[in-house]
C-alpha cells in the first residue's frame, strides 16, 4: 500500500513554544491529506483537511490560528502548533488520500507524532 | 446520536474463538465504510473496507445492514496477533465525501 511518513515521531517541548509537525506522501501524489488528534482512550478526531495549493478546512471547534496547516505540494503538509500548552499535548496523526473523492475514500495513516508539552 | 458508536469492550477471548463486533452509523445515505485496526500507541492500519452486503477477507468478515444502520466485523479463529482495537470508519457528515469520521473503537484481547 501506500505510505505516509510523518515527522517528528514525537517531540517534547515547553509551554509557549511552536511545534511543526511534517506529513508526507512518499510513493503517491496526495491532493488531500487530514491532519487528527487522539487523546487517550479515544478516536481519532478531524482536525482539518488539507488541498494542495488552497486553505484548509478546520472542523468545528478547531482554532485555524493555533493550529496552522500548509499543504504546498501534493507530497507534503505541515502542521504547526503555535504556542503550544499542556493541553495541547496528544497524539497527532496524518493521512493522506490520493485519489479526487468518489466511492474508495481510502487514507492512507502516518506513523503519527506523539507531542508532550511541559 | 453519534455518527459511529461502537462498544469499547475490551473483549477478552481465548486463541482460536470467532469474536463479532458492532457498529452503529447515524447517517443514512453513507455509502462506504471501513474497518481500521489500532495496536497501542500507532496509527491505524486499514483492516477492510466494506462495500455493500458485506466482504470477506481471510479470518474476516465484514457485513453491512443498511436497514438497521450498522456493520460488523467477524473474525474467525483468532490470534494472539489480533489483539489491537478496531476501529469502526463511516463517511463524516451529509452526503458522505472525503472526510471520515471514526469510531471510539472496541478493544479485542485474544488470549492462550
Known amino acids: 500500500g501506500a505510505v505516509v511518513s510523518q515527522h517528528p515521531s514525537w517531540v517534547i517541548c515547553k509551554s509557549g513554544t511552536s511545534v511543526k509537525i511534517e506529513c508526507r506522501s512518499l510513493?503517491?501524489?496526495?491532493?488531500?491529506m487530514f491532519w487528527y488528534r487522539q487523546f487517550p482512550k479515544q478516536s481519532l478526531m478531524l482536525m482539518a483537511t488539507?488541498?494542495?495549493?488552497?486553505?484548509?478546512?478546520?472542523e468545528q471547534g478547531v482554532e485555524k490560528d493555533k493550529f496552522l496547516i500548509n499543504h504546498a505540494s501534493l507530497t507534503l503538509s505541515t502542521l504547526t502548533v503555535t504556542s503550544a500548552h499542556p493541553e495541547d499535548s496528544s497524539f497527532y496523526i496524518c493521512?493522506?488520500?490520493?485519489?479526487?473523492?468518489?466511492?474508495?475514500?481510502?487514507?492512507?495513516f502516518g506513523p503519527g507524532t506523539r507531542l508532550t508539552v511541559l | 446520536r453519534k455518527e459511529v458508536e461502537q462498544d469499547p469492550g475490551p473483549f477478552n477471548v481465548p486463541e482460536g474463538a470467532t469474536v463479532a463486533f458492532n457498529c452503529t452509523y447515524s447517517?443514512?445515505?453513507?455509502?462506504?465504510f471501513f474497518w481500521y485496526r489500532q495496536d497501542c500507541r500507532k496509527e491505524p492500519k486499514l483492516l477492510m473496507s466494506?462495500?455493500?452486503s458485506g466482504n470477506e477477507d481471510g479470518r474476516f468478515t465484514a457485513q453491512l445492514n443498511r436497514a438497521s444502520q450498522y456493520i460488523s466485523l467477524l473474525i474467525r479463529d483468532s490470534k494472539l496477533s489480533d489483539s489491537a482495537t478496531y476501529l469502526c470508519?463511516?463517511?463524516?457528515?451529509?452526503?458522505?465525501?472525503?472526510?471520515?469520521?471514526f469510531g471510539t473503537g472496541t478493544q479485542l484481547k485474544v488470549e492462550l
Open positions: 447517517n443514512s445515505a453513507s455509502q462506504s
Open positions: 493521512s493522506a488520500r490520493a485519489g479526487r473523492g468518489g466511492r474508495n475514500n481510502e487514507q492512507f
Open positions: 488539507s488541498n494542495e495549493g488552497s486553505k484548509a478546512t478546520y
Open positions: 466494506v462495500y455493500s
Open positions: 510513493d503517491f501524489q496526495a491532493t488531500t
Open positions: 470508519v463511516a463517511p463524516k457528515g451529509a452526503g458522505g465525501g472525503n472526510k471520515l469520521t
